[in-house]
């Protein structure tokens, strides 16, 4: 069984009205005509999304303005990616750590990164 969530009454309403004048519209019902044929049940479910929530009805309208604004080129400090980019590098240089067993120590030092001196024993 299929359970879709849909806050879009619209095309809920389309789909069971068979109303395939969207191309979204008309590629569901191709899709849900094969599931149904392969004995699959599919429920359509609406879940009211923004009604009646002032800030998410403001951040719908604001979404909706957004996809008619040009994208502008938004430059911002080198200093903003230093931490993503550091971790993004971490993240890579134990997966090819952790790829290396083989290497005695890797047995010692799983784990890269730094260690304080005060952590070091022989």
């Known amino acids: 069984m299929f359970v879709i969530f849909s806050d879009s009454l619209s095309c809920l309403l389309a789909i069971q009205n068979l109303q395939a004048e969207s191309g979204y519209v008309m590629k569901f019902l191709k899709n849900y005509t094969a ?3 392969t ?3 599919v429920l359509l ?7 009646g929530i ?5 951040a ?8 008619h604004s040009s994208i ?11 931490h993503d980019v550091t971790a993004l590098c971490y ?3 134990q997966a090819d750590w952790d790829q290396r067993t083989g ?3 890797h047995s010692v030092k799983p784990h890269l990164g730094y260690y304080p001196l005060s952590s070091l024993s022989r």
Do not use: F, I
């Open 60 to 67: 719908d309208e604001v979404a909706k303005m957004a996809l």
């Open 91 to 93: 993240k890579l240089w």
């Open 54 to 58: 002032r800030g998410n009805e403001q």
């Open 39 to 41: 004995s699959k049940t």
């Open 103 to 105: 290497n005695k120590l």
């Open 72 to 82: 502008s080129a938004v430059k911002y400090p080198l200093s903003d990616l230093y």
């Open 35 to 37: 599931l149904v044929n």
């Open 45 to 51: 479910c609406w879940v009211p999304g923004h009604v």
